[in-house]
């Protein structure tokens, strides 16, 4: 049942997580230009209204079918989304997480029936009108049918959250998100289920409590601060580095293992999130949009007018009370010093679990030669750690003359063609090297401090 949960987590947040970028531009033009924005415009906010009805369903719909069945999978799922888009009243992620999959599998069916039979020369006839009449047919469908069911399921969710809003009991979806969130179901619940729905209601109201739910960076500071203060060992001397990364970066990540060290902890993440969550919604606070990663400049930049305040309490009041319980809890329960390195392991085959990699599948062996131009740093997403990775790679290049060598972040699915050196976690080898396998492979267990990079940076000096 876990591994199930796990697996439709990852595609729910597989479908949202690459068009996040999307959710932010419409965000900025909202919180600018409605009437209630920070420059009101009326020629410009006309872009609000088409961007969340059908650009952000499309793209949703489109990037479900391409997971099921690549590009082919994604115009299907584009097509049938559409149709569930008109067949609505309202914003349609649901029937976009539905339709665009969907599709795509039933087209990657009905293609494994005739591929073998279709006469040479006519494959691209046969493939192009197969795509446009089924897609044809699954539009018309979720127009008739789908539509208007998804839209009713829509309504009774959004009439759930806000009766949990009217009796405000909001704050106690907490007990699951800050658990969730170290056993790294957080992007599954942030961008699978928290973004479609904040995303609908900044379209009502102006602004959303569900983009901060899982986003905000307090409780995590808090901990880390706790242990900064409280800590021994080598988990004290390295919370400070951890604060600035998670509470700057956004990278909640590099704190989950100073909660699996002490797991008693997870109650102080527990009271820290419910805090926040009850403090912002007490004050009317939210955001336009998501707020991706969850630091806190981008926190603050997709805080709309008038709602700075109940946003900035919501963070400093779940830090605060997540550091007492915290720091209570280490007091009364933890005698001596954790074991971090031991602790940072269990996250990582935990996430690499979460990921359905159950063991690091070995890298191939490749040779690196002739001069390198692009360095590709890969994770499951292409935004948090291969972002951070590539950081530090790409400055410890610069101190030894190699900065001319390209260093960027992907996707491990999504790799450049053109990659001369692909880094990326031990446990993702074996699909980076399915992605790009003309590419010379570096696998390592730690984005911040990895031996291999110096290792990697000699053979570039050779």
């Not at 494994?112 to 009449?133: C, H, Q, R, T, Y």
């Not at 969130?181 to 699978?192: E, M, P, Q, R, S």
């Not at 999130?273 to 939210?286: A, E, K, M, P, Q």
């Amino acid at each position: 049942m876990k591994e199930k949960i796990q697996r439709f987590g990852r595609f729910l947040s597989g479908m949202v997580m690459p068009n996040i970028g999307a959710f932010i531009a419409w965000g900025l033009i909202t919180a600018m230009f409605i009437p209630t924005g920070w420059i009101p415009n009326e020629s410009l906010a006309v872009l609000v209204d088409p961007m969340i009805k059908y650009l952000l369903p499309l793209l949703i719909g489109y990037t479900g079918g391409r997971v099921i069945y690549g590009a082919r999978g994604g115009v299907v799922g584009a097509i049938a989304t559409i149709g569930v888009i008109i067949g609505a009243d309202v914003p349609m992620f649901m029937g976009a997480m539905i339709m665009g999959p969907v599709s795509a599998l039933v087209m990657k069916k009905l293609d494994g029936l005739w591929n073998d039979k279709v006469p040479g020369g006519f494959e691209m006839l046969v493939n192009n009108f197969s795509a446009g009449i089924f897609g044809g047919a699954m539009s018309i469908l979720g127009y008739l049918g789908i539509g208007p069911v998804a839209e009713a399921i829509n309504r009774a969710m959004g009439s759930g959250v806000g009766w949990l809003v009217e009796h405000n009991l909001l704050p106690l979806t907490s007990l699951l998100v800050e658990p969730a969130k170290v056993l790294f179901l957080n992007n599954a619940i942030n961008h699978g289920v928290f973004t479609p729905l904040g995303a609908q209601q900044a379209a009502e109201v102006g602004r959303s409590i569900f983009f901060m739910i899982e986003s905000n960076p307090g409780p995590g500071l808090g901990l880390l601060l706790a242990y900064m203060i409280f800590g021994k060992g080598s988990s004290k001397t390295s919370a400070s580095g951890a604060a600035i990364i998670h509470f700057f970066g956004g990278i909640h990540e590099i704190y989950f293992p100073y909660v699996l060290m002490n797991p008693i902890l997870i109650l102080a993440m527990i009271g820290g999130g419910v805090s926040g969550v009850f403090t912002i919604n007490l004050l009317g606070g939210g955001l336009i949009g998501a707020a991706a990663p969850g630091s806190i400049m981008a926190e603050m930049i997709m805080t709309p007018r008038g709602a700075h305040v109940a946003n900035i309490l919501g963070i400093v009041i779940a830090c605060a009370v997540t550091f007492v319980l915290a720091s209570l809890l280490m007091k009364l329960f933890v005698k001596e010093e954790g074991d971090l390195e031991g602790s940072t392991e269990m996250m990582k085959a935990m996430k690499a679990e979460s990921k359905g990699l159950a063991t690091p599948p070995s890298a191939k062996e490749r040779t690196l030669s002739g001069a390198v131009k692009k360095i590709v740093f890969a994770c499951d997403a292409g935004m948090g750690s291969s972002a951070m990775g590539a950081t530090k790679l790409r400055n410890k290049l610069a101190a030894a003359g190699l900065s001319d060598a390209e260093v960027v972040h992907s996707s491990v699915d999504e790799i450049p063609s053109d990659a001369d050196v692909i880094v990326c976690h031990t446990q993702l080898a074996e699909r980076a090297g399915t992605s790009c396998p003309d590419a010379y492979l570096v696998t390592i267990t730690d984005f911040m401090n990895a031996p291999e990079y110096n290792t990697l940076i000699e053979k570039m000096k050779g």
